[in-house]
T-cell receptor, first 115, second 114 residues
Framework: AQSVTQPDIHITVSEGASLELRCNYS??????LFWYVQSPGQGLQLLLK??????LVQGIKGFEAEFKRSQSSFNLRKPSVHWSDAAEYFC?????????????FGTGTRLQVTL | EPEVTQTPSHQVTQMGQEVILRCVPI?????FYWYRQILGQKVEFLVS????????KSEIFDDQFSVERPDGSNFTLKIRSTKLEDSAMYFC????????????FGPGTRLLVL
């Protein structure tokens, strides 16, 4: 069964500081990996995704993530955080088998940005 | 840019009542999903729908739940007899098709069962 672990429930960083949010997944083969962001009371917005190819993927809002197969990780990074980045971040894994490809989400990491 | 829309944004209902949550997926998308997020918890898969039938469902999706695509644009989730524990944010998502694995989510419907 596929699963996602986000070990950090809550992270606080200063505006302008760098950010790394951790994500570890469990899946029997090469997965599809996603990062979504959810602002308070809002829906889920796709930040970036990894399907294949280059293991460093770029997303919107200056975010990037690196797929490391050996570590079963897909950590999200941003070199300089802005106050508007405060939100909840969800890592998700999707399967490559079958037609449905449901997403399995992690528990999320709440990012707080101090000025 | 095309987006998934959901109505209503909020719904309050009494325990035991039926509710229907509505979604309009992105046009030409073929795969449709419902997820839910209980307050403070992670997003959980409920059901996927393709070619007018359920592809996969989770253990949460019991006989009280049903999905339908009544016409070419709407995708609905019905809860026949709501329970207190059905209170959650319900998200609809759609995906274009094989070779396009990104699911696009709607803004959600917040359901409160009293």
């Amino acid at each position: 069964a596929q699963s996602v672990t986000q070990p950090d429930i809550h992270i606080t960083v200063s505006e302008g500081a760098s950010l790394e949010l951790r994500c570890n997944y469990s899946y029997g083969a090469t997965p599809y990996l996603f990062w979504y962001v959810q602002s308070p009371g809002q829906g889920l917005q796709l930040l970036l995704k990894y399907f294949s190819g280059d293991t460093l993927v770029q997303g919107i809002k200056g975010f990037e993530a690196e797929f490391k197969r050996s570590q079963s990780s897909f950590n999200l990074r941003k070199p300089s955080v802005h106050w508007s980045d405060a939100a909840e971040y969800f890592c998700a894994v999707g399967g490559r088998t079958g037609t449905a490809s449901k997403l399995t989400f992690g528990t999320g990491t709440r990012l707080q940005v101090t000025l | 840019e095309p987006e998934v829309t959901q109505t209503p944004s909020h719904q309050v209902t009494q325990m035991g009542q039926e509710v229907i949550l509505r979604c309009v997926p992105i046009s030409n998308h073929l795969y449709f999903y419902w997820y839910r997020q209980i307050l403070g918890q992670k997003v959980e898969f409920l059901v996927s729908f393709y070619n007018n039938e359920i592809s996969e469902k989770s253990e949460i999706f019991d006989d009280q739940f049903s999905v339908e695509r009544p016409d070419g644009s709407n995708f609905t989730l019905k809860i026949r007899s709501t329970k207190l524990e059905d209170s959650a944010m319900y998200f609809c998502a759609s995906r274009a098709g094989t070779g396009s694995e990104t699911q696009y989510f709607g803004p959600g419907t917040r359901l409160l069962v009293l």
